[in-house]
């Protein structure tokens, strides 16, 4: 196991315990003290994992957060003194994969480490060539790859994960609480707020995509010519 992650807090002692544990389990560990230290790192060397803390000094861990995704689809835990509902939410949609609140344990963090790359790296060899189409959309399951109308379109990881799970069920409907499990793992407690955020995004990517909101209940994604 030699996988890098990168731990951005600003607490000297959540930091140095942290990365012993992480250490302790085999990863490659890198602490950094605030957001901008850490954006000019990466430059140099990416990550496998991120585990950001919110509040820090000059730019905060959200800002953080949305210029990592924009440019990767690497995995991200957040972790924060706050536990408002509406910081999980804001943090998921942002694009973090997973919401500690501290104080917490160290070993809990372990833990969500080793399930959030066992879920990253879970590629089934049988479904390793799949190409799925549904009209003009097309779905490359080998490399992860979206077209739309034979452009490819630039999507995350959730993004993806989501048009596969409907694109394989074409016209049936799922309800938001079954996404939330397909997409974040069941051990994920937040709003299904986050599913309607990835629908938006990928609606807006992909003007004219027929998934249908099943009003009260979740999505579909509906083959021309059903009803």
């Known amino acids: 196991m030699h996988e890098r992650i990168y731990i951005v807090e600003d607490d000297p002692n959540i930091r140095d315990i942290v990365k012993a544990y992480l250490t302790k389990e085999g990863y490659q560990v890198t602490v950094l003290g605030d957001a901008e230290a850490a954006w000019a790192y990466q430059e140099q060397e990416q990550p496998e994992m991120w585990i950001l803390d919110i ?7 959200y800002e953080l957060c949305k210029r990592i995704r924009e ?5 991200i835990i957040i972790i924060s003194a706050k536990d408002e509902e509406v910081d999980k939410i804001l943090g998921l949609e942002l694009g973090g994969d997973d919401y500690l609140t501290k104080p917490f344990s160290p070993r809990e963090l372990v833990a969500r480490v080793k399930r959030l790359f066992k879920r990253v790296n879970l590629k089934p060899e049988k479904e390793a060539a799949e190409v799925l189409t549904m009209g003009p959309l097309e779905v490359k399951h080998e490399d992860r790859r979206v077209f739309w109308h034979k452009e490819e379109v630039d999507v995350t990881q959730k993004e993806y994960d989501l048009i596969y799970h409907l694109i394989q069920h074409q016209n049936r409907a799922f309800s938001r609480e079954e996404l ?8 994920y407690f937040g709003s299904d707020r986050a599913v309607d955020d990835l629908v938006k995004r990928l609606r807006k990517k992909m003007e004219g995509l027929p998934v249908e909101t099943v009003w009260g ?4 994604l509906r083959q021309e010519g059903n009803q």
Do not use: E, F, Q
């Open 71 to 75: 440019k990767s689809d690497v995995p």
């Open 180 to 187: 939330l499990t397909l997409i974040w793992g069941d051990d």
């Open 55 to 61: 509040m820090l000094p000059g730019m905060d861990g």
């Open 217 to 220: 209940y979740g999505y579909r």
